[in-house]
């Protein structure tokens, strides 16, 4: 292991403010943070963005999540919504599912398997399911029969769209339930503690002080800048010197001496 993951997480947190525009200073950013330096936060940026292949927009459930909020509101108000009173009662519900779905989200989705296993718009629908599951299906089944009202498919056809619908987002829910953070698992928190021993121990130690390589690599640029005409100047010389030696003298040879002929 090349870098210690604590050294890249502050980091791509960092840069996740910036890339998904919600922007926050470092100064600020470093001051919810317990003996984090600026350098220690912007050492790792370039190298995590060459990771990254500089593919800084991520299809996450978090964004599908507000727009089907807003949807689920206007169904309710519709009256197309079954279990769900229109009015305030009703929006109330709807706020409260999508803010335990929200917490989902930023926890259970991105620490077990879900972010390879399903969709995003998958995801944030399990998350609503496991916040309030009459509400996730209640919404799907107006999605339903708005298909089966356009005539897009047959009735056999959009039965078994809505079972492989219902199963695929069902066990994304599930996956999401079943996840228990560290402050409520003693084991998974002794677990944690024997595999950051083992990173400590597998890390490259000529690359354990990022901060310190970043402003090794600094150095050697500007190093690099600084000496970088009088390697021109010198390179041009020597290239001078060898075309001279291989044309031979510019004025020609020397001419023949004839006077004894």
């Known amino acids: 292991m090349t870098y210690h993951p604590k050294q890249i997480m502050m980091c791509a947190l960092y ?3 910036k890339a998904d525009h919600f922007y926050i200073s470092l100064p600020r950013f470093i001051a919810e943070l317990n003996n984090v330096s600026e350098e220690n936060v912007k050492a790792p940026e370039f190298l995590l963005l060459q ?18 909020h807003v949807e689920m509101s206007d169904l309710a108000e519709e009256g197309s919504l079954d279990h769900v009173e229109p009015g305030k009662a009703g929006a109330k519900r709807i706020g409260a599912a999508a803010d335990h779905a929200k917490r989902l989200l930023a926890t259970a989705a991105q620490f077990t398997d879900a972010y390879f296993l399903y969709t995003p718009s998958q995801i944030w629908l399990a998350a609503v399911m ?10 799907i089944e107006a999605k339903i029969n708005g298909i089966q009202a356009l005539g897009a498919a047959s009735d056999t056809v959009v039965d078994k769209l809505k079972q492989k619908l219902l199963a695929t987002i069902s066990s994304c829910a599930v996956l999401l339930e079943s996840y228990r953070s560290p ?32 402003r090794a690599k600094a150095a050697e640029k500007r190093e690099g800048e600084s000496g970088s005409d009088a390697e021109k100047a010198l390179k041009k010389r020597k290239l001078e010197r060898e075309t001279l030696q291989n044309d031979g003298d510019v004025f020609g040879p020397d001419l023949k001496d004839v006077s004894n002929k």
């Open 15 to 17: 840069l996740a403010t």
């Open 51 to 68: 990771g990254l292949r500089f593919t800084l927009d991520v299809r996450h459930p978090m964004k599908g999540l507000p727009g089907g």
């Open 130 to 139: 496991v916040a309030d599951r009459a509400l996730a299906e209640s919404y």
């Open 183 to 214: 402050e409520d698992d003693a084991a998974q928190r002794k677990e944690m503690k024997r595999i950051g021993k083992k990173l400590t121990v597998c890390q490259n130690p000529e690359k354990m002080d990022i901060v310190a390589v970043a």
